[in-house]
């Protein structure tokens, strides 16, 4: 039965991170704005380690901070790797990288049910209509652009919205996006994972208790997210040539793949499956690698999974998910609320945004190969974001979801210095068996951490509004000062004289 149309600025397909954040920040520019998401929240998700970017970049612009600090997801400082040459874990924390000061040297590990609802819900609260378990069937269009969609209500009923754009942030399993373009898979990154949640496994001594663990064995390797005091979070990620081992069912092939990773099956030594409710089944998951050949045509976006996924190792899905949904609602914002020109708008996300998808690619593809030592990852690191910075600053703003913070200043330094200091020398005196990585760091760490205090003094005089900036590609626009909008950057007296 087909019902009236209603009329909306925007309609937003799906309400992961993606969708939940462009819809809430276009909201906050005052456009009418609706999320169709075909499910009913809480939802299982995969992808529960995040960024420093997302919490206190994304989250903090989206009104979420205090709600995110009171839920109790679990602190994360970095990551432990068990990975190339070295056969013993080494470690990594954020607080190596320049752009975050240290008290802001953290994400979270999340239960994605409780993360998503917490973003859908502040949507609400910020004025977007949400509606969830409707599901969007059609786009509607007009003069060769997309202007609208079609979609179905809980009990069937066939309902039309037009809009000038619509944003598909609809995950993996989109459909909208043969709209745009192809979606191009990798030849490289051709995995698939295998997870499941396991009860009472063990955990690194603070402050790497709350590290994402990965650990590298024969056919792949593997992510041990904590996700609460007993609750962990843990995934196989194998070539797809391996495909033939989870023939015998899902249970005998992680148990397999449990027994040939030594760290693995001793930490989960005593540990017991989950086997009831939203994490009692073991899942596969495969062909995630892969990027539109477009980002956008006339009317319609593609934002996070719709658009664009790499792999799970160096956690970006959900940072590019939230920084793709900024950049396309920034883009929305200028051209409904300044008349900015569409093409100039979607070209700037689009630049932008693939520079990102780029960065990461480059870098997890040298980092696949794992015949390699942490230095060499240091030093690709350092390749793909074309920096000058020591090679573990620039492995760590990188994975971080900090090569974004060059040019949006996501996370802003405000603390004091002392306070910074007195913080690492928490970190180093309590991390005992991280010890012999911080001494080989020292000197590095070190020169960081001076790098550091001078630009949170900077930073601290000058304020949290952002300074005059370049574009990031010739003739390119900039975010505006309070990061909602575009800008054309202002003709210098050079240029007029
Ligand atoms: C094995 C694996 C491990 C991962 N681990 C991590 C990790 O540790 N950290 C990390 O950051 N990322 C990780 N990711 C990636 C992460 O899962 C995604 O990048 C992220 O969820 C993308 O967010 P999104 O908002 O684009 O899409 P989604 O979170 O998929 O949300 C899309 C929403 O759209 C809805 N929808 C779909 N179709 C329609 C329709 N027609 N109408 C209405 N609604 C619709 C869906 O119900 C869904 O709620 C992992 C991915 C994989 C495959």
Redesign the pocket.
Known sequence: MQNNVEDFDVVV???????STASTLLAMQNNRVLL????KFP?Y???????PATIHGICKILGLSEELKKAGFVRKLGGTFRWGTNPTPWTFSFSTASTISAPKAYAYQVE?AKF?TMLLRNAANKGVDVREQ????NLLFEDGRVAGVE?LDADGNTHSATARYVVD????????YKNVGERIYSNFFQNL?L?GYYENGGRFPAPRDGN?FCAAFDEGWF?Y?PLSDTLTSV?A?VSKEHADMLKDGHEQAMNRFIASCPEISNLLANATRVTEGMYGELRV?RD?SYANERFWVPGLVL????AC?ID?VF???????TYSALLAARSINSILNDGMEERRCFEEFEKRYRREFRNFYEFLATFYDMHQNEDSYFWRARKVLRSDKSIQEAFVTLVSGGSSLYDEELLVNTEHVEKIKTELRELESTDDDAAPYFANEKQAFLDVLVEEATQIQTQATVGAKRGDEQPLFEGGLIPSADGFRWREVAPTLAGVL
């Open positions: 397909i799906g309400g992961g991170p993606g969708g169709l998401e075909q499910d939802r998700q995969i992808g529960e380690s995040l960024l994605r998503d409707h599901s969007v069937k979609f942030a609809s995950g993996h399993k989109s459909h909208i994972a997870f994402i992510w997210i995934g990620v998951r995630w934002i996070g999974d719709a996924f799970p956690s970006s899905g959900v940072h590019l998910a």
